[in-house]
């Protein structure tokens, strides 16, 4: 099979820094691939390798099964790439039809067609006129991506090209972004540390910690599977507890409950997500003091300490309520355990 991106083996190092290390990574054409990982962990540097602004230590790097990098060199102007920066970069003395332009050869750099990419992204083309700093912050990046757009790349790789918008404007250029893509048919990277985000925007996505690539999978993989604790507890809340697993079951704080088989036994650690874990209404179930309780409007996190036979230490659990009647902290409750935990070792 040829993938639209395929990296091998990659290293690179600033100085003594090793920033990434044997990184591997095979994208499918027309999917949506998210690269999440905290600041620093070496994301931009990888986006960098592919587009081909910086060369690697070691590996390679191949597009449309094309080596580019690593056994040759193709530079940034000849690999069919497309790279949206975080704050979009456009030119700002020049107008946004300018901007457009610039990504079109000089021929092709017509006001219809510069219209025709600017609608492509939600934009009337009224304000081809206007200079950056006359559009909003979301208006800059869909400039940004039109300009990007203009040169038909097959891959298009998008770094943190939302975190500098507020949280409702970027869910709103997050899916325009999105939907140009898909029906454009381009192969899409973006590169995010916001969970949310991954989770949402791709079809698959690579966990990225100090310069490895941690797991690979789909967002409901990600989520559900990931790989350790400390990946669980990077994707979204986790509840994590002391247990002994046997036979697919594991015996905790939480009762005897049920596990993914993944092979782990023995004493171990199970992690579940705070949702997984429901307040009965008869008070059935494990028993507990609700001891904080955060509101968040449309759901609460409650903050719960089980109780356990003397001389063990109390554990305290996060559950997730959505829209149920209130509870306060010093409320006692039942709780139980809905779907499978993921163990791993202790
Ligand atoms: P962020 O989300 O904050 O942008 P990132 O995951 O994209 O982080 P990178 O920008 O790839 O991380 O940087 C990874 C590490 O490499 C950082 O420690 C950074 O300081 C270092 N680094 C990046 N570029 C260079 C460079 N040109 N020279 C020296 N060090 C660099």
Redesign the pocket.
């Known amino acids: 099979m040829t993938y639209a991106l395929e990296v091998e083996g990659l290293d690179k190092s600033?100085?003594a820094?090793a920033?990434l290390r044997d990184v591997a990574l095979t994208v499918e054409a027309g999917s949506t691939t998210a690269i999440l990982?905290?600041?620093?962990?070496?994301?931009?540097?990888?986006l960098r390798l592919v587009a081909g602004f910086d060369k690697p230590d070691a590996g390679t790097i191949a597009l449309g099964g094309r080596v580019v990098a690593g056994g040759g060199w193709t530079p940034a102007h000849r690999r069919s790439v497309g790279y949206v920066a975080q704050d979009g970069a456009l030119f700002p003395h020049a107008t946004v039809g300018a901007n457009v332009g610039f990504g079109l050869p000089r021929r092709a750099r017509t006001r219809s067609k510069i219209a025709e990419l600017l609608e492509m992204v939600s934009l009337d083309s009224v304000y081809a006129t206007r200079r950056p700093d006359q559009l909003s912050g979301g208006q800059q990046q869909r400039v940004a991506l039109a300009r990007a757009l203009a040169r038909e790349p097959e891959l298009m790789l998008l770094?943190?090209p939302f975190s500098a918008l507020d949280a409702g404007l970027r869910a709103n250029t997050r899916r325009i972004v999105a939907d140009v893509l898909a029906k454009a048919g381009i192969t899409t990277i973006l590169?995010t540390?916001d969970q949310p985000e991954a989770l949402s925007f791709a079809d698959r996505v690579a966990v990225?910690s100090s310069g490895r690539l941690a797991q690979i999978g789909t967002p409901r993989e990600i989520y559900s599977a990931p790989i350790d604790v400390p990946t669980a507890e990077f994707i979204g809340d986790a509840v994590v507890l002391g247990a002994h697993v046997e036979s697919g079951r594991a015996r905790c704080a939480l009762g005897n409950i049920a596990v993914t088989a993944n092979g782990v036994r023995g004493d171990a650690r199970v992690m579940l997500r705070p949702e997984q874990i429901e307040v009965t209404s008869d008070g059935a179930g494990v028993s507990g003091t609700v001891v904080d309780v955060e509101y968040l409007g449309s759901e609460m996190l409650l903050g719960i300490r089980l109780d356990t036979p003397d001389g063990v230490l109390p554990e305290r659990v996060t559950v997730r309520r959505f829209g149920a009647t209130p509870l306060a902290p010093g409320d006692r409750v039942g709780i139980r355990v809905l779907g499978e935990a993921v163990a791993y070792e202790p």
């Open positions: 600033f100085g820094a920033v990982g905290p600041s620093g962990c070496g994301k931009t540097t990888l770094d943190e590169v540390h990225m």
